[in-house]
């Protein structure tokens, strides 16, 4: 994982770690939060702020450390019914302390007409704090939120002084504390900035279609290591879960280099004796020349040399894909059902780019994957509408997957069906293969060819195959050497007999 800090040589460097209860969180922050110190944690109102400082909190109550949650925003009840919606009980080990306005303050009677009433808020504010911190003596607090200790200090000078003093008085106290912040001031004061040990933000975007996407990024962390950029996470019941951007970098390759097998003599002929383990092949064409069945076939044969497989489906009904192979003769649920192979139904409005990486690095290391069925990309583009850097994120996945040995299969489905025909996403460069397939018109029927275009491990056929999907498997015919132009869908007839496959075969 790709790492950036400023980190010394120094006693810093050594600080204790305390668990975030988010595993990808506390891997992005290089082993959690630092113990004792003082953190921001920010976003605007729905990013999750609440909830992850919950699971901080449930975290410490997990290791015997207490806890103190103090509220100056949402009341107890609220705090635990949110709890609650995700499963969790805060137990005695997590104190919430709600620190709402006095009556005298609400009451217009009450009001003092030589000081202002934010004076003696704040400072009533913060000694009932104190008040809580004393008795309870916690190892970690939250905060919650600064926008009302923001609006009783009411000037910057005044605001950053409480903030310092804050921290001070942890430290003081061994706690490790968590302040979160809304922003909703009218003006972003970054004082906090300055003065935390690590800032945390959050932020959340509404796509046209789809569910909201959320990520974070630690803006600082001194003296440790952190995982730099935006990472991806979601929210569901059960709490936060953060997917660490993948960087592909810090993996050495591990395959030798072997060449797999299709299962079919004439398609690893026209393939140069077949595919090199950990490279990827990209399989384009328009929709029903049999891409996804290629796939399945590559998939079969896996499973025959006694490998795991996993299939990442976008476009098809898992039901839908065993119906179909069964009709050729292959039984990949039997396999889903022993374990051997995995198989995860992907809707795109639903997964985001970082995500879906998560659920393909997850897989591939739990289950020892060596081979990778990605079907199709034209749903994972539909996941990446409102990304401007997708093609980044699937090339670091196709990286990774290749220096971890696993074989990668994707399809694209080209727009149009005979004649030309568009790609609507172009990632032919980042395919160490690409096999193409086509209709084409001859003799009074709709047939199927099939080509390589590219292969970057070796040598390969350049020649235009028919091929037929039939019972049993896939089958290759004889080079089209009497056809031109089989691949603008019309060939022209130029030779004395063409070598087709019969109907029945």
């Known amino acids: 994982m790709n790492r950036s800090a400023s980190v010394d040589t120094n006693a810093e460097t050594a600080l204790p770690r305390a668990l975030t209860g988010i595993a990808g969180l506390d891997a992005v922050a290089d082993g959690g939060l630092a113990r004792n110190r003082l953190h921001l944690l920010e976003g605007s109102p729905g990013t999750g702020k609440t909830t992850i400082a919950l699971q901080f909190l449930l975290a410490g109550a997990a290791a015997g450390e207490s806890g103190i949650y103090v509220s100056l925003a949402e009341t107890e009840p609220e705090l635990r019914a949110g709890a609650r919606s995700h499963g969790w009980e805060l137990g005695e080990l997590i104190e919430i302390i709600e620190l709402v306005p006095p009556e005298s303050v609400l009451d217009p009677d009450q009001h003092q007409s030589l000081l202002y009433s934010s004076d003696l808020e704040l400072g009533e504010t913060t000694q009932r704090m104190f008040d809580a911190i004393e008795r309870t003596r916690p190892q970690r607090v939250v905060i919650d939120s600064l926008s009302e200790i923001r609006l009783l200090a009411q000037s910057s000078l005044r605001y950053r002084r409480q903030i310092l003093g804050l921290k001070h008085y942890f430290a003081r106290h061994n706690s490790t504390v968590i302040l979160l912040d809304d922003l909703t001031a009218e003006s972003m004061d970054r004082a906090v900035h300055s003065i935390a040990h690590s800032v945390l933000h959050l932020d959340q975007t509404a796509p046209v279609y789809g569910a909201a996407r959320r990520r974070l990024r630690i803006v600082k ?53 077949g595919i090199t383990a950990g490279s990827s092949t990209l399989v384009i064409g328009p929709a029903g020349t049999g891409k996804t069945l290629l796939l399945v076939q590559f998939v079969a044969a896996a499973m025959a040399r006694g490998e795991n497989a996993a299939m990442f489906l976008f476009d098809e009904e898992i039901g839908l894909l065993f119906s179909r192979a069964r009709q050729l003769g292959i039984d990949i649920e039997a396999f889903h059902g022993n374990g051997r192979l995995a198989i995860e139904q992907l809707d795109a409005a639903e997964v985001s780019p970082g995500e879906f990486a998560h659920r393909v690095r997850t897989c591939v290391d739990r289950d020892t994957i060596r081979m990778v069925a990605i079907d199709s990309l034209n749903g994972y583009q539909a996941s990446m509408l409102n990304e401007p850097f997708g093609i980044l994120h699937l090339h670091e996945l196709l990286q990774y997957l290749n220096r971890r040995g696993t074989s990668t ?26 096999i193409l397939l086509r209709f084409f018109e001859a003799m009074g029927e709709v047939r199927r060819a099939i080509s390589v275009l590219k292969k970057r491990t070796g040598p390969h056929e350049n020649t235009l195959r028919e091929f037929r999907i039939r019972k049993g498997g896939v089958r290759l015919g004889a080079p089209l050497e009497a056809f031109q132009g089989v691949l603008r869908g019309v060939p022209a007839y130029v030779g004395t007999q063409a070598p087709l496959l019969g109907s029945e075969e």
Do not use: C, M, N, W
Not at 233 to 254: C, D, M, N, Q, T
């Open 221 to 273: 962390a001194r003296g440790q290591a952190f995982s730099d950029g935006y990472h991806e996470f979601r929210i569901s019941s059960g709490g936060v879960e953060v997917y660490p951007r993948l960087v592909a970098a810090p993996y050495r390759k591990r395959s030798a280099g072997d060449v797999i097998s299709s299962g079919i003599g004439d398609l690893d002929a026209l393939l140069g004796g």
């Open 409 to 434: 299969f994707l399809t694209v489905a080209q727009h149009g069906l005979v004649g030309d025909v568009d790609q609507p996403i172009d990632v032919t460069y980042l395919a160490d293969t690409v």
